[in-house]
């Protein structure tokens, strides 16, 4: 089984990164994730691969905490026990939240997993699909919470449809 580099990985996880910054019509001339670039920009987004295989979640979130900073994506690698592309992406979100808030030191943070696999549009735009990796993103839930209530007061949402808006639980 061959497997692509950290460098390779990093470097496509970097532009989908990249896309995801960008503005974008469907998103009221806002980027599809306003919220990414700043925290890049500050050097507050902690990116690493997580091989399941190696290591343990509950490890790469020590790795995170230790580096101080506010977010992290965590960029999935395929092994030989585990094929990103086969695993739903609820149940191991609703797993993997349930493990830090049941985790003393971790329990004020939240994760977001974003499968490419996965059928999702935001504003008619299927986000995720250009995913180069199956990844979690993590961060506390009131960053989270915060996020969410400030983009309902802009205009974001605006060609979002009643589905989209109820997927995301906008009000």
Known sequence: MMYESK????DKAYQYLSWLTTPN???SNMPVCPFIEPEIKKEQLYIDIWNPSQMAFMDMMSKYY?????SALFICQD?????WSEVE???????????????????EYKCIVLSPWEDFTAGGVSTRES??????????????Y???????KSRYFANFSTDEKNNLKVS
């Not at 092994?79 to 094929?83: E, M, N």
């Not at 992406?89 to 329990?107: D, G, V």
């Not at 995913?131 to 989270?144: C, D, K, T, V």
């Open 146 to 152: 915060k996020s969410h209530k400030q983009l309902q």
């Open 89 to 107: 992406r609820k149940p191991i979100q609703i797993t993997l939240n349930k493990k830090l808030k049941e985790h003393p030191l971790f329990s």
């Open 7 to 10: 460098e390779q990985m990093l």
């Open 25 to 27: 019509e469907n998103f």
């Open 79 to 83: 092994s030989k026990d585990i094929q």
């Open 66 to 70: 230790d580096s101080q900073k506010r």
């Open 131 to 144: 995913s180069p990796y199956f990844m979690i993103n993590i961060g506390s839930a009131l960053h989270f």
